[in-house]
C-alpha cells in the first residue's frame, strides 16, 4: 500500500500505533531540549523503526511514522545523530540506506 500524500510504502498499524508515534516524539523533544546544553553527545537509536508515514487498518488514516515525527520534533535538532534501524529493506531505502 502506498502513502496518498508522498506515494511511498506505508506500514499498517493497529489503533496503538499513532499512540506509539506521539509518545516518542514527545519523549525524544523533551530529552533533545533538557540536554541542548551539555557538552557530551546525545544519540537517539530506535530499532525496529517503520517507514515515513503509517495507517490505522481500521480507520485507513494516515500519519507520519516514528522517524518522520521525531526529526519534526522540538528537540531533534539537539541531538548529535538520530539513527532509524529497520528489518525491512524497502523501508530503509527510503532513508537513503540501501
Known sequence: MKS????????CVGEWGKDKVT???KYVSLV????KNQ??????IEICSDPGRCIDYRSGNEFDGSPL???KSEGAEYYSRLVFIDYDDNVMAMFGKE
Request: proline share 4%; no cysteine.
Open 69 to 71: 515525527a521525531v526529526l
Open 4 to 11: 496518498t500524500e508522498d506515494k511511498l510504502p506505508l506500514r
Open 32 to 35: 533533545g531540549v533538557a540536554m
Open 39 to 44: 557538552k557530551w553527545q546525545t544519540n537517539y
Open 23 to 25: 509518545f516518542v516524539s
